[in-house]
C-alpha cells in the first residue's frame, strides 16, 4: 500500500510535469490549464464516500486492482489526448480512480491493525503521499527533456501498472483469526453523519489539508519568487522539505504507537500527537507570514516537518473511530473534506497573491486555519475508540 500510495501521487502530478511543454504544443492557455490541475480535485473529492462504500464492502485486493488500473490507464492515454476537452476527461478518471486508495488503506488498517502498530503503518504508507511527488517529477521531467510530453504519462502509466503483479499474486496477510472476527453490517450513512467525531475529523483534516496543498502547489513558486532561490535551489530544497515531511509522518505514528506499548491510554497518545503536530503548523506559519524573507526558511522546514507529523495522526484516528465495520466509509467521508482543502488553496492563494502581492499573508490564513484545527482536534472530536454502531433494524 505504500508502494501504490507513491504511485498514486507521482501519477496524479504527472500533468504538472508535463505542463510546460504540453501547454506550448496543444495551444492550451493558462486558465485551461488551471481547470485541467484542478479537474482531479474535482472528481477525487465527489468520489469519496462512494468509493468508502465499495472498499468496504467488497474484496480490497480488487477494490485496489481495478482502482489502479483506471488511474494509470487514464494516465498513459493522456499522451495520446490531443486537446483540452480529452485531457480534462481523462484527468477527472484519474481522479476517480485514485479515490479509492485511502478508504482501502483504512479498512485493512481498521480491520487488522492493533492499535499499537496502527500508527506505524500509517506513517509508513504517508511515505508515498510525500515522497512521490518528488519522485514523478524527478523521473518525469527526465523523461520530458529526452523524449517528449507524451513519454511522460505513457511512463509513470505503464509503471504503474506493473504494481499489479506483486498486488494481485502476494498472499496479503489478511486472514481472520479468533482475535479478528469478520466485521458486522456496515452502518448506513445517515448513522455516520449523526456522529459528531466524523465531522470534528473532517473539518480537521480540511484544516489540516490547507496547509499541506499550499505546500504541495505553491512553494516552488514561492521559493524562487518569495525568496528569490535560484531555479537549482529551488528544486533542492523543495526535494528537502518533502523529504523532511516523510520523517515527520514516520515518527509522528512510531512515537504515539511507543507511548501506547509503555502503558498510554491509546485515546490520549494520538489526542497528544496529533495536537502537538497542529500546533507545530500553527506557530510555524505563522512565524514565515510576519518574519523578513531571509530568516523564514527553517520555519518552512519545521511546517513540512508537523504538517507531516499531522497527516499520519488524521488517518489514523479516522480508522480508529470508524472502526472495522465502517474505517473505509468513515474514511471516504473525511478525505472528501480534505480535497476541499485541495480545490481551495490554490485558488484562495493566488488571489490573495494578485490582492496583496505578498507571500506572507498566505501562511497566516494557514496557520489561522491551524488554530481553528487546534480546537477542532481538542473540543469537538470525542475520544478516540471505535465507535459502537448499533445494529441495523
Known amino acids: 500500500m505504500a508502494v501504490a500510495m507513491f504511485i498514486n501521487y507521482a501519477d496524479r502530478g504527472s500533468l504538472s510535469v508535463a505542463a510546460p511543454v504540453l501547454t ?25 464516500p462512494l468509493a468508502g462504500a465499495i472498499a468496504q464492502r467488497f474484496d480490497v485486493r480488487w477494490v485496489m486492482a481495478i482502482g489502479l488500473t483506471l488511474w494509470a490507464g487514464a494516465t498513459a492515454l493522456c499522451g ?33 491493525a492493533p492499535d499499537h502498530q496502527r500508527g506505524a503503518a500509517n506513517g509508513v ?24 510530453w507524451p513519454w511522460v504519462f505513457f511512463a509513470l502509466g505503464g509503471v504503474s501498472l506493473v504494481w499489479l503483479i506483486p498486488w494481485l499474486t502476494m498472499p496479503l496477510g489478511l486472514t481472520r483469526g479468533r482475535d479478528r472476527p469478520t466485521p458486522g453490517p456496515a452502518p448506513s450513512y445517515a448513522a455516520l453523519l449523526s456522529q459528531r467525531g466524523l465531522w470534528g475529523a473532517s473539518l480537521g483534516q480540511f484544516c489540516y489539508a490547507y496547509t499541506h496543498y499550499l505546500l504541495l502547489t ?28 516523510s520523517v515527520g509522518a514516520l515518527a509522528s505514528g512510531w512515537l504515539s504507537d511507543q507511548a501506547i506499548r509503555r502503558g498510554a ?15 507545530g503548523v500553527m506557530v510555524s506559519t505563522g512565524l514565515i507570514g510576519v518574519l523578513p524573507q531571509a530568516t523564514v526558511l527553517p520555519w518552512l522546514f519545521a ?46 492563494t493566488g488571489l490573495l497573491l494578485e490582492r496583496t502581492g505578498a507571500f506572507g499573508i498566505t501562511f497566516l490564513v494557514a496557520s489561522g486555519l491551524s488554530v481553528a484545527g487546534f480546537l477542532i482536534w481538542t473540543f469537538l472530536v470525542p475520544r478516540i475508540e471505535p465507535v459502537a454502531w448499533r445494529p441495523a433494524d
Open 24 to 48: 506550448d504544443q496543444l495551444k492550451i492557455s493558462s486558465s485551461q490549464m488551471g481547470l485541467l490541475l484542478s479537474a482531479f480535485f474535482w472528481s477525487y473529492a465527489a468520489a469519496q
Open 80 to 112: 495520446l489526448a490531443m486537446s483540452f476537452a480529452a485531457l480534462l476527461a481523462l484527468r477527472l478518471l484519474v481522479g476517480i480512480g485514485e479515490s479509492v486508495i485511502f478508504p482501502a488503506n483504512a479498512r485493512i488498517l481498521a480491520e487488522h
Open 125 to 148: 504508507t504517508m511515505l508515498g503521499q510525500f515522497l512521490g511527488p518528488t519522485g514523478g517529477a524527478l523521473v518525469g521531467g527526465l523523461i520530458l527533456a529526452r523524449f517528449g
Open 218 to 245: 505553491w512553494l516552488p513558486l514561492y521559493l524562487v519568487k518569495g525568496l528569490h532561490y535560484s531555479l537549482a535551489q529551488m528544486g533542492l530544497i523543495g526535494a528537502a522539505i518533502f523529504g523532511v515531511q
Open 265 to 279: 491510554p491509546a485515546p490520549l497518545a494520538r489526542k497528544l500527537t496529533i495536537l502537538a503536530g497542529v500546533a
Open 303 to 348: 511546517a513540512g516537518f508537523f504538517n507531516g507529523a499531522t497527516s499520519t495522526m488524521v488517518f489514523t484516528i479516522g480508522q480508529t473511530l470508524g472502526g472495522p465495520t465502517a474505517g473505509a466509509r468513515w474514511i471516504g467521508i473525511q478525505n472528501m473534506f480534505g480535497q476541499f482543502a485541495g480545490i481551495g488553496a490554490p485558488i484562495a
